[in-house]
Every structure is written in C-alpha cells, then in structure tokens.
C-alpha cells in the first residue's frame, strides 16, 4: 500500500518534466509489483511446492534490495521537490510521494531485518524450541 502511494502521488504530478521522478517511478512500480507477487506466491503457498528454492534468503536479499533502492529513490524525490514550484498541488503531492517513499524505505529496512532473522533461524520462539522428537 506504501508503494502504491509512492507512484501513485508521483503518476499524478507532471513527472514526466523531470527526469529525476523517473527514477523514483521506476522503483516504485518495480518493487510494488515484485512485493505483490510475492504476496501473491505466499498465498497459494508456493513456498511449499518449491521448497527447494531457500525463500528465506530469496526475501531477505530482495528486501535489502529494495531498502538501498528506495534510499536513492526517497533521497531523489525529496531533493527534486521544490517549495517555489508553480502549481502548488504538484508540491503537495511530490512532498507526500517523498514522505511515503521515506516511510517505505523503513518498512523495507524493518521486513530486511526480520527476513535476516528468519535466514539465520534466529525467529523461532517459545513454543518452538520446546517440541523434541521422542520417536
């Protein structure tokens, strides 16, 4: 939904005037459509018919990814904002695209942290680490 929001904001400006808004599309439509594939893939739980495809590394590294990529896109969509534009709505909306770029950059950080912990194995909690195998 962050994502969305990102291009969204930035779909509805005159982007196309500025070159730096193309980056920040292109990561945002790139890693909204992946997330919702991935999305997707999780609820048909494909994750089990390919088990042998580590999908816990497979999400870490697209999650690290995607973190770095959205810090170039939030540094470039806040910097190409500028408070003396013309059309005041194009501001308002650019303003915004850069506060949800920023706030999906942290989610991505936050999903890349627990995506580690999950890799290493390091997720598991009470109830888990209680069950022993008496066969």
């Known amino acids: 939904v962050l994502g969305l929001l990102v291009w969204a904001l930035i779909a509805d400006t005159t982007y196309y ?3 730096a808004y193309a980056w920040v599309m292109f990561v945002s439509i790139f890693f909204w459509i992946l997330t919702v594939l991935f999305f997707v893939a999780y609820l048909l739980q494909l994750q089990l018919k390919f088990y042998m495809i580590p999908w816990s590394l497979v999400l870490m590294i ?3 990814v995607a973190t770095v990529l959205y810090i170039t896109a ?3 969509c806040a ?3 500028q408070p003396t534009s013309w ?3 194009d501001y308002n909306r650019r ?5 949800f ?3 999906t950059m942290i989610t991505y950080g936050v999903s890349t942290f627990f995506s ?3 890799w290493k194995g390091l997720g598991s909690n009470a109830a888990t680490s209680q069950v022993t195998d008496h066969a």
């Open 17 to 19: 005037l500025h070159a």
């Open 62 to 64: 697209f999650n690290a």
């Open 95 to 99: 303003a915004a695209a850069s506060f």
């Open 101 to 103: 770029a920023c706030v």
């Open 116 to 118: 580690f912990r999950a």
């Open 74 to 76: 939030f540094v470039t």
């Open 79 to 81: 910097a190409a904002v």
């Open 87 to 89: 059309r005041q709505w």
